[in-house]
């Protein structure tokens, strides 16, 4: 077909470094690139034909697409053309993917677990309205600035959200105080207004209620003054600077009622 022709041909392609190896899978021809050798192509695993293959057969009734652990730099072509308006669960996770755009097509995509891949916050998704549950554990996610309000732009129903692991998600696991992933926690609660689940605990109505006092526009507008909102939204800022201002406009006396949010 001429659409899927335009498709294959205009979709970009993510290429390794030269001495990663194995850079893309065709399962239309049970093959892949190899990009260590003067061979242009080799056969795919067993692992990888029963993964992609086989199960893939049965997609179309349970809307579940799994292409974890297949050494993936990309979301193979030849996948989202066959399947991208019907997924509705993907994961993708320990793979080395950094580009998200082909997610553009999976229209129905209403869950995606991207975990342990090198995504950084230079990775945006596209659009995906029906997107309620989004895991990016132990990613290379190092600013929450402004990649937390393109997710919101892109996903504005998310429900579950998990970034654990991630530089840019304080944690005691991660060198993080507690008062640190009390700052992150409530700031990516006032960005999500539908957000059950954050990370390992379900989000109650007291961190949603101090979350919107502490994020709201104004009080936000105060502490990034005098260079002003504009520099957050269309910078990159590290946690360390939002935290720094925001500890100087709180005041270190806010750190006595932590414990009561948690």
């Known amino acids: 077909m001429d659409d899927d022709q335009s498709f294959v041909n205009s979709y970009p392609s993510v290429q390794p470094a030269p001495d990663e190896g194995v850079i893309s899978v065709d399962v239309s021809r049970d093959a892949l690139v190899d990009s260590m050798t003067d061979m242009s192509e080799t056969p795919i695993p067993p692992d990888i034909i029963a993964s992609v293959g086989t199960t893939a057969d049965n997609e179309e009734e349970n809307g579940r697409l799994t292409l974890a652990y297949e050494r993936l730099y990309e979301i193979p072509k030849t996948i989202v053309e066959r399947f991208s308006d019907h997924i509705k669960y993907l994961d993708i996770s320990h793979n080395k993917i950094t580009n998200l755009d082909a997610l553009v097509y999976f229209k129905s995509l209403t869950s995606l677990i991207a975990d342990d891949n090198p995504i950084t916050e230079n990775c945006y998704l596209p659009p995906l309205p029906k997107l309620e549950l989004l895991w990016l554990n132990r990613c290379k996610i190092a600013s929450l600035y402004p990649w937390v309000g393109k997710l919101k732009e892109s996903c504005p129903n998310l429900q579950y959200l998990s970034l654990m692991g991630n530089p840019a998600a304080p944690s005691y696991f991660n060198g993080g105080t507690f008062y640190e992933y009390l700052q992150y926690r409530l700031f990516v609660i006032s960005?999500?207004?539908?957000?059950?689940?954050?990370?390992?605990?379900?989000?109650?109505?007291?961190?949603?209620?101090?979350?919107?006092?502490?994020?709201?526009?104004?009080?936000?507008?105060?502490?990034?003054?005098?260079?002003?909102?504009?520099?957050?939204?269309?910078?990159?800022?590290?946690w360390n600077t939002f935290q720094n201002k925001i500890n100087n406009f709180l005041g270190k006396d806010k750190q006595g009622n932590r414990n009561l949010l948690i």
């Open 191 to 238: 960005q999500f207004p539908s957000l059950n689940h954050l990370d390992d605990r379900r989000v109650t109505e007291d961190q949603r209620l101090e979350a919107q006092r502490l994020y709201k526009r104004p009080f936000f507008e105060r502490m990034v003054k005098p260079a002003g909102l504009s520099q957050i939204v269309n910078t990159s800022v590290t």
